[in-house]
């Protein structure tokens, strides 16, 4: 890792980016809010793990065995420095979703029928669908927590919405209109009203270290892929008395103290919602991607960042005129490098496959965000969504894909 943010010299740690995807179409990666690439150092700790350390974890005493549970540790240590937290509040899940569907369950078991779950209409359907389930199951009150016109949480109407609500659910960063969350704020509101807060932190643990014990929340979930960590691996942090009195969500091997046949008592968190064989590949890769990531300078990185996404804003603006439509806000404050858009008269997997031609890998779709669109009242957006590594030629790329696009679609 290089110690001055350069993005030639980040571009250089990503195999996958040396490789034209055709002879003479280089690879314009602007899908990173869906999965993040992988950088070389995680690739090399996985591939070290699994050819000196596969074995099995907390389970034999023989060499790799110890190995294994080592590097296992040391994954979740990562990752627990990573988010700020002590590791012993830090469950290793197969996914964000997985860390959500966790706490859905398992805290969810403890509240009582009528009790409010609020959840933003940002929210990405990992975020909202298991909330909905729990509220059928029990018979829990769904409150939807209204967005802005520009896409971002409507703290002004959050204090008028929080009457008997037991948890509040909301993203730390969107993934469709980039906005970021006044966690805090959200935290001190729902707190204040006898709610703890769930955040949704897949896309906004991607762009640097996160402070969770700044933010004030009470369960805190992150993706690994979108860390540029293999797939099948996330996080779940909780405050530590909410674990403790949490009951398991999936039972098995490892997650128990004394297993007898008419019952079983269980084992401390984490290891109380770890039950099976962890992905422990996985987790190794997701330690290394923690401490590449903690590696950059995210202050340079930002503004490099935000240079490039005013650049695409501004050319999106100038190619596409009164067509383009933005969903998210249009200023740069308090959002995340990605933008999503709609090209009226067009659809989005069009653009996205003019886009391909040209090596430029952009989402076109809902995004996992179906409440939020028809919030928008349109069914999908095109989306570029950038990581540090990007530069202009990437965007500059996209706006001439962008170009060919309207001369195809809109001849
Ligand atoms: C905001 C947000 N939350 C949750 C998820 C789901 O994460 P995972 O793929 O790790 O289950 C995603 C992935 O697209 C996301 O963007």
Known sequence: MPAV???ALLRAEYP???????????????????????PRAVLDSVIAHETRS???????????????????????????????????????????????????HSYGSLLSEGDGIAVSTLEHHANMVPWQMLAARRGLRLVPLPMTPDG??????????????????????????????????????????????????????????VDVP?????????????????????ALWGRRDLLAAMPPFLGGGEMIRSVRFEASTYARPPQRFEAGTPPIGPAVGLGAACRFHAAIDHAAANAHLMDLTGRLIDGLKARCGNRLRLIGPDDLAERLPLVSFIVEGTHPHDICQILDRRGVALRGGHHCAQVLHEAFGVAGSARASLAAFNDRGDIDACLAGIEDAMKVLLP
Do not use: W
């Open 54 to 104: 596969r074995a099995n974890v907390k389970r034999s005493v023989h060499t790799l065995a110890e190995r294994a549970t080592n590097a296992y540790d040391a994954a979740r240590d990562a990752v627990a420095d990573y988010l700020n937290v002590d590791a012993r509040d830090l469950v290793l899940t197969p996914g964000c979703t997985m860390a959500i569907n966790l706490v859905a």
């Open 5 to 7: 943010f350069s993005p």
């Open 152 to 209: 971002r949480l409507d703290m002004a109407a959050l204090p008028g919405l929080l009457d008997g609500v037991k948890l509040v659910a909301v993203t730390h960063a969107s993934n469709v209109t980039g906005a970021i969350t006044p966690v805090a704020a959200v935290a001190a509101l729902a707190h204040a009203a006898g709610a703890v807060v769930l955040v949704d932190g897949a896309q906004m643990a991607p762009h640097g270290p």
């Open 16 to 38: 996958i980016l040396a490789e034209d995807l055709a002879p003479g179409v280089p690879l314009h990666y602007l899908d990173n809010g869906a999965t993040g690439q992988m």
């Open 214 to 234: 700044a933010l004030g929340c009470d369960f805190y979930a992150l993706s690994g892929h979108k860390l540029g960590a293999p797939n099948g691996i996330g």
